[in-house]
């Protein structure tokens, strides 16, 4: 997958936040919800995502532990696409 559709994908998903986490849902291809989270871990210098799609089991899910939010946002955004996620 080429960068430019990644960054096409940041820009129409509807990332909210609170102090320590982002959150996103989309639509894939298939009609299901995916949830995308960002969550910052306690040491605060990383980074955990986590993608899954409603209606499938833990071993389904992608997950990632990364050095920056940016990082995650985009991991956690190239795993749901391959579910054709859709914003």
Not at 21 to 34: C, K, M, P
Not at 59 to 79: H, T, W
Request: net charge negative; charged share 30%.
């Amino acid at each position: 997958m080429s960068s430019s559709r990644r960054l096409q994908r940041v820009e129409e998903l509807d990332w909210r936040s609170d102090e320590t986490s982002l959150f996103a849902t989309a639509t894939s291809i298939d009609g299901r919800t995916v949830y995308l989270t960002v969550e910052r871990k306690p040491d605060g210098d990383r980074w955990d995502w986590l993608v899954w799609r409603e209606g499938d089991g833990a071993d389904m899910a992608g997950f990632g532990d990364v050095p920056s939010d940016l990082v995650a946002v985009g991991q956690a955004e190239d795993a749901a696409g391959e579910w054709g996620v859709r914003a």
